[in-house]
């Protein structure tokens, strides 16, 4: 027998062995650097937060760090109930899309039939709910959450939203530029409760958390989550300092950031997403698709699909090295932060959550890229 029938298997045997451990010690690589960034980030008896980073059915990272309660000294855990801030944003904005599809609204529909008692009715005609969702409606944040911050401290979505109806002039034509609008997402929530003829906190959880298998999340209705929750901190002259509840304003106020979850349910999230499992496809689709308005004035290319931020790289407002495409929103509230982010091509989803006032983002984004898991 030719040799060279021998050698060859061996050799194909041994490419296929390399290229198997390669990728084991890549992964192992990365769960390692990771590490090394996250052990500069979080401290054992300090607030911490956790991290899941998955790619296709692969687990490439899972871990939580450092304390949810700074008083009981609970450790934070990948169940750890945590506020997600504007990530409430795309269960609002998704719950909007939902009653679309079952016909009970229009994302064309103008505010003015939400809200007839609006001061100056020509402005609210020319606002649809797609300029709230996009944050494109020129309304004005006439809120005095910095003056009256203890009024806000227990203001629901209804007094959030209420100072916007007396708008008398807009920032610019709706559709024509962009300007993030939390009391927007307050009138939006309010919308779903007029639309859906139940309180907006009941409709997310009937129609988004129970399909999705999100047994622990939980929305704001005035009083605050008491127990399994983290607590917020701010460090503050050497000392972390509580930041939420009774002393940030607008936690009550949830249509903006009144959603609390955890990693492990925010993971269902993600799925639930991919799955189509509480709107149809073809609607998610178009959530994560950017519909650029006719009237679209700003230098800068639209970046916001109505549920998410959508643009090339990790950034909407800067340039990066990576050219992949990213679908995100972010949260940012008192103590708490969070990120969720879905890279389709390179069939990546990234979820994290702090309770430390630390976003995290920027070290996960640089070590993927040096790993070559984005480009």
């Known amino acids: ?69 700074l008083k009981t000294k609970e450790k934070f855990t990948s169940k750890t109930v945590s506020n997600l801030g504007s990530v409430t944003k795309t269960f609002v904005a998704y719950g909007i899309l939902i009653l679309q599809e079952k016909r009970k609204l229009s994302v064309n529909d103008h505010l003015l039939q939400f809200f007839p008692d609006f001061k100056n009715k020509g402005i609210a005609s020319k606002i649809k709910l797609q300029h709230l969702l996009t ?7 006439s809120r005095q959450v910095e003056k009256d911050s203890l009024f806000y401290l227990t203001a629901k979505d209804e007094e959030n939203f209420r100072p916007l109806l007396s708008t008398d ?7 024509s530029k962009w300007n993030y609008s939390n009391p927007a997402y307050n009138g939006l929530a309010l919308i779903i409760e007029k ?3 139940m309180k907006w906190q009941h409709f997310i959880r009937k129609n988004i958390f129970r399909p999705a298998g999100m047994k622990n999340s939980t929305i704001t209705d005035g009083s605050s989550p008491e127990k399994n929750v983290a607590h917020g901190y701010i460090l503050k002259d050497g000392t972390y300092q509580e930041y939420d509840y009774g002393e940030y304003p607008t936690f009550t106020a949830a249509g903006n950031g009144g959603v609390w979850s955890s990693v ?24 994560k698709t950017i519909h650029t308005p006719e009237n679209w004035k700003d230098e800068n290319p639209m970046f916001h699909s109505g549920v998410w931020f959508v643009h090339n790289g990790f ?15 972010a949260g940012d509230q008192g103590g708490f932060k969070s990120h969720l982010i879905m890279i389709p091509e390179k069939d990546i989803s990234i979820i994290w959550v702090t309770n430390n006032n630390k976003f995290i983002t920027g070290p996960i984004r640089r070590i993927l890229l040096k790993m070559k898991y984005i480009d």
């Open 1 to 69: 027998m030719d040799i060279r029938l021998k050698i060859f298997p061996a050799i194909i045997f041994m490419l296929l062995l390399s290229v198997s451990c390669w990728g084991q010690s890549s992964d192992e690589i990365l769960k390692s650097k990771l590490d090394s960034a996250f052990s500069e980030l979080f401290s054992e008896n300090e607030p911490g937060g956790s991290i899941f980073i998955q790619q296709g059915n692969k687990v490439l990272y899972d871990r939580s760090f450092g304390l949810a309660d």
């Open 264 to 287: 492990e349910d925010l993971k269902k999230y993600i799925r639930a997403i991919h799955e189509c499992k509480f709107i149809s496809c073809a609607d998610i689709q178009s959530s």
């Open 195 to 197: 639309a859906g003829k």
């Open 315 to 329: 950034w909407y407002n800067y340039r990066t090295e990576e050219q992949v495409r990213v679908i995100e929103h």
């Open 169 to 175: 002039s807009l920032e610019f034509e709706p559709g």
């Open 135 to 141: 944050h494109t409606s020129g309304l004005p944040d």
